[in-house]
Nanobody
Framework: QVQLVESGGGLVQAGGSLRLSCAASGRTDSTNVMAWFRQAPGKEREFVAGIWWRSGNTNHADSVKGRFTISSDNAKNALYLQMNNLKPEDTAVYYC?????????????????WGQGTQVTVSS
């Protein structure tokens, strides 16, 4: 089992920045891929960014490319999402997810563990 706890969400004005953190514990040695997803009211959960836990290679959704950056600190079992130039359409609950699979998938069904989520609200 892997436990994930997100933090760092909040209310920010458009153009502002936030940094989300995800603390992982438990059987993190079985984790190959970690990712951030988000879900706005009435919408499906969508992929934001993912990272290969060991190599550090990353993949970002087109909607956030150039504004958001995913990173990790393996020694601390921590995952981060630096969000710059935030827009009102970025408002959502942001989730940290972990997978023991070998694909950096954009499909939420491919992830085995999830955090409880942290709310990000961007005002215009």
């Amino acid at each position: 089992q892997v436990q994930l706890v997100e933090s760092g969400g909040g209310l920010v004005q458009a153009g502002g920045s936030l940094r989300l953190s995800c603390a992982a514990s438990g059987r993190t040695d079985s984790t190959n891929v970690m990712a951030w997803f988000r879900q706005a009211p009435g919408k499906e959960r969508e992929f934001v960014a993912g990272i290969w836990w060991r190599s550090g290679n990353t993949n970002h959704a087109d909607s956030v490319k150039g504004r958001f950056t995913i990173s990790s600190d393996n020694a601390k079992n921590a995952l981060y999402l630096q969000m710059n130039n935030l827009k009102p359409e970025d408002t959502a609950v942001y989730y940290c997810a972990a997978s023991y699979g070998f694909i950096l998938a954009r499909d939420a069904a491919m992830y085995n563990y999830w955090g409880q989520g942290t709310q990000v609200t961007v005002s215009s």
